[in-house]
């Protein structure tokens, strides 16, 4: 097979079982990322960008993800809020991703001296079945999950240098392991686990015992972490709140045992796909219920022991007999590690943290399934070769209908849950837009089902709270506002939400109460909007104006901030000011006439 052709097939099997996504809108965290960023508006503010973590008018990260920004910056540049041209930007990064592997999977087995005849083979079957793996979906047909196929990209790309250069000598091997660097570099600021990808390659060499190459690689992976230390330990950031306290140290053990059952299930036969998975037993109550499932999450720890010790004896019997599918499972294994439950995420497990360690998995596989081959009887080849066509015909097929269900907000929020992920978390984002659609009877049925699962949910509480307010219950309005003016994550919001209630029962504006809500927890522009916009209707334009100019001299680069600024000066008759903040806007969006419009 000739190498061209290959990367045709790989290229026409993901456009084609991505292709639905191509339809679809932005759903859940894209709103916060794309359409409520103010760092992505203008060119501008690409080096401001590198300066803040992710989810600036949202609930606090600990995601450094600058070169994920920056995409979206090109994009909305070109294209606005049109989501087709983000999820093709998506598509073909996976694409570029899949290819990367493709490149990477060959010189591995160059270096590792498999035969030439089946190492083409070999590399193509094994990016062809990574890049159509359904647990792969939420990286590539959800805008948010970009980071993964970006980081991969440059992660498989930098490692493929780093091997390259092994073939070369002089100038030539200083050039292709600079631009290794700068991949890796790249790969890290895409996504956290970029960083894995040097002692990934160092790994890769001390197992080859090439130590001359090991000693500069290492070199290499100094410079990128040196530098993305330098990039991310400066930039803003306010630490997420702790919403669930992290499972006791005793406890990850056990974790560690149901990710391996729960992700191999996930490889070999993913049917039921959905966000927000959680392998914790989580009980509330001795139910016949909650007996059940964690009757069933122990028959998983079990399962996951089974599985480790199938793995283990893989990788011991690999070592002796097969050394090129040994180094590939280490390779598995180092990036598996970091999300194999034995740290503290943000979740537990996650179909999309497979997407780089399922590529070593995979290609271990394939490098292991001739060598069986060989060993079988004609007849029993044929049916294994037959059941392996079924297998990849059916990844295809089930990504493909996976991507319907990115299709909007409400088929997303709906599907998850249907398909178990009904987390607190997913019942208040559901809450949440049917408070939008003014469907307030469904939103307290969603958000009082995340509190059974989470009592006190700080989100929980003030969604059901503006749900009382909308429907005119000012009693039971003002009772959660204020249980959740104790809760840090939404006393803001509480303030604020007191401040209309306030308005609604006797008709005045307490602009103390909405200062109050400014002023408390971490800078939030909706609130200080309103706030200022508040002080204007009232009368108080030169100190809107005045508290407007303090929130510009830290957030200098939100053009909302600099429109209404214009607005106000213009009341004021200062037009000349009015005229300076105007232009001010228009250089942090280059898309503001469009939404004013």
């Known amino acids: 097979m000739k190498k061209s052709l290959a990367v045709l097939l790989i290229a026409v099997a993901v456009l084609a079982t991505y292709a639905p996504a191509l339809r679809n809108g932005f759903v859940w965290d894209d709103t916060a990322l794309v359409l409520r960023d103010p760092l992505i508006r203008s060119w501008r503010l690409i080096p401001e960008g590198f300066n803040h973590f992710l989810f600036v008018d949202a609930t606090a990260s600990n995601f450094y993800r600058p070169i994920q920004r920056l995409t979206y910056t090109l994009e909305y540049s070109a294209f606005a809020f049109r989501p087709m041209a983000y999820h093709l930007t998506s598509i073909l990064c996976h694409t570029a991703a899949a290819v990367a592997f493709f490149f990477l999977a060959e010189e591995l087995q160059l270096i590792l001296g498999i035969d030439p005849k089946k190492r083409r083979l070999i590399a193509f079957v094994t990016a062809l079945v990574w890049s159509i793996h359904p647990a792969h979906n939420a990286a590539v047909a959800y805008v948010s999950g970009r980071a993964d196929p970006l980081s991969a990209l440059f992660g498989f790309a930098g490692l493929y240098l780093i091997l390259r250069s092994l073939r070369t000598s002089g100038k030539s091997s200083l050039f292709l392991l600079g631009c290794a660097t700068a991949a890796l570099l790249v790969s890290a600021l895409s996504r956290e686990t970029g960083l894995i990808i040097s002692p990934l390659a160092i790994a890769f060499l001390a197992l080859r015992k090439n130590w001359k190459a090991t000693l500069k690689t290492a070199a290499a992976g100094i410079v990128v972490a040196v530098v993305y230390v330098s990039l991310r330990l400066p930039a803003e950031h306010i630490p997420p709140p702790i919403l669930r306290p992290p499972p006791p140290l005793l406890v990850r053990p056990i974790l560690v045992a149901r990710t391996i059952a729960e992700y191999a299930g996930l490889i070999t036969l993913p049917l039921n796909l959905h966000m927000d998975r959680d392998i914790e037993t989580n009980p509330a109550g001795f139910t016949p219920a909650t007996l059940t499932a964690s009757a069933w999450r ?180 003002r009772q959660l506002l204020l249980r959740a003016t104790e809760m840090p994550l939404v006393a803001a919001q509480a303030h604020e939400l007191l401040a209309v209630l306030e308005f609604k029962e006797n008709g005045r504006v307490n602009l103390l109460r909405l200062r109050l809500a400014t002023r408390t927890g971490a800078s939030n522009w909706s609130i200080e909007k309103r706030y200022v916009q508040a002080l204007n209707e009232t009368g108080a334009t030169a100190q809107a104006i005045a508290e407007l100019r303090t929130c510009l001299a830290t957030e200098w680069y939100r053009a909302e901030s600099w429109l209404l600024l214009s607005q106000l000066l213009d009341k004021a008759g200062q037009q000349k000011e009015a005229a300076d903040a105007l232009a001010r806007a228009r250089a942090y969006d280059v898309h503001l006439d469009l939404h004013r419009t």
């Open 298 to 477: 122990e028959l998983q720890t079990l399962l996951g022991l089974v599985l480790l010790a199938a793995v283990a004896y893989w990788m011991v019997r690999a070592r002796r007999r097969n050394p090129a599918v040994f180094a590939c499972l280490v390779l598995a294994a180092i990036t598996y590690l970091p999300v194999s439950g034995i740290f503290a995420l943000n979740a537990s497990v996650a179909e999309h943290w497979l997407y780089l360690p399922s590529a070593f998995l995979f290609l271990a596989a394939g490098i292991q399934l001739p060598d069986l081959q060989t060993r079988w009887r004609r007849s029993t080849s044929r049916v294994m070769g037959a059941a392996f066509a079924i297998w990849i015909s059916f990844l295809g097929a089930r990504t493909f209908l996976r991507t319907f269900d990115w299709k909007d907000q409400r088929t997303f929020f709906e599907r998850t849950i249907a398909n178990g992920g009904d987390s607190a978390r997913m019942l208040i984002n559901l809450g949440e837009l049917d408070l939008s659609e003014g469907k307030f009877q469904e939103a307290a049925v969603h958000l009082h089902a995340a509190l059974q699962k989470q009592p006190d949910q700080p989100l929980a509480v003030i969604n059901l709270a503006a749900v009382a307010l909308r429907q005119s219950d000012f009693k039971m309005a």
